[in-house]
């Protein structure tokens, strides 16, 4: 893409839902499965389909790219291919990024010191050598991520408060730190049960947020939601939009699955 459209480091991430339309209905049905398959020349980097559960829509796409043109191109060919049988009924807007709660390996040092490890207790060399090994391909999955190979999807976008009596924004730095802290050891817990990818959408869409979660079952998504409501960061801050719950299917089995 263009210089001007690339992100400096993300990239460009778009979710999009569709109902599907009562009536008969011409569909390019060749295209439209063009237009949704992963594998296809011109897909972008990364494309998901999932069947989606409730009136909300019944097919849900993710998409990321360099080129946020290249994810709008997804909806256009499946506005061309599927004309009036699939009507766009939500989409959400954002970008790939390393949030700025990511501590780096002096803040994570200083983090254990903090918790009551010296520098010379046993452990606190490896945990930070270990950290800074991580550290560069954990950024990398955060900016251009792999979707995990798990078949419940579910997103929402959020805000955090601006509330005379909870207000996120004007909160130091070091507090905002500490909270989002306390968030990373909950969500740590779901490791290999959850895979979660967080983007941001200030300025890009009506929240602050698009929250994308992954999980091996559905009860694991209602798990994850419920306890980290109890984080501090969320129970005294958050704000939460719609939420989308989908079960990730090929493109054929989703169109399928929706009777097109
Ligand atoms: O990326 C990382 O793992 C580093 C630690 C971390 C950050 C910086 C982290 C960990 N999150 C971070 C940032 Mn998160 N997260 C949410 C939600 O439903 C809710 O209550 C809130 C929605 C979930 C479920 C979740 C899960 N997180 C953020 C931010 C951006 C803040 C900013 O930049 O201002 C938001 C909005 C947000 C919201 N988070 C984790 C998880 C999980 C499961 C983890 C642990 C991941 C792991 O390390 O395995």
Not at 35 to 55: D, I
Not at 153 to 170: L, Q, S
């Amino acid at each position: 893409p263009p210089p001007t459209i690339r992100t400096k480091d993300g990239w460009h991430c778009l979710h999009a839902y569709f109902q599907v339309q009562p009536g008969r209905h011409e569909i390019d049905r060749d295209r439209l499965l063009a237009a949704l398959n992963p594998e296809a020349e011109h897909a972008p980097q990364r494309l998901q389909t999932y069947a989606v559960t409730g009136h909300r829509a019944d097919l849900g796409v993710m998409t990321m790219d360099p080129d946020p043109l290249r994810l709008d191109a997804v909806l256009q060919e499946v506005r061309a291919a599927a004309g009036q049988a699939l009507r766009p009924s939500y989409s959400f807007v954002s970008i790939s990024e390393v949030s700025e709660y990511v501590p780096s390996v002096e803040q994570f040092a200083e983090r254990l010191k903090r918790e009551g490890m010296g520098e010379d207790s046993p452990g606190y060399a490896a945990r930070v050598a270990g950290y800074e090994k991580r550290l560069p391909a954990m950024n990398v999955q955060r900016l251009t991520p792999e979707f995990p190979e798990m078949p419940v999807h579910c997103f929402y976008p959020m805000n955090k408060i601006r509330d005379p009596h909870a207000n996120w924004y004007t909160l130091p730095f070091s507090r905002r730190s500490e909270l989002m802290a306390e968030h990373a050891t909950s969500g740590i817990k779901f490791a290999g049960r959850v895979s979660q990818l967080i983007t941001a959408s200030t300025g890009f869409d009506d929240w602050e947020w698009g929250v994308t979660l992954w999980a091996r079952s559905p009860e694991d998504v209602k798990e994850i939601v419920y306890t980290m409501r109890f984080d501090a960061a969320s129970a005294n801050y958050a704000e939460f939009g719609p939420f989308y719950v989908g079960y990730v299917l090929p493109a054929e089995e989703c169109l399928k699955h929706v009777r097109l």
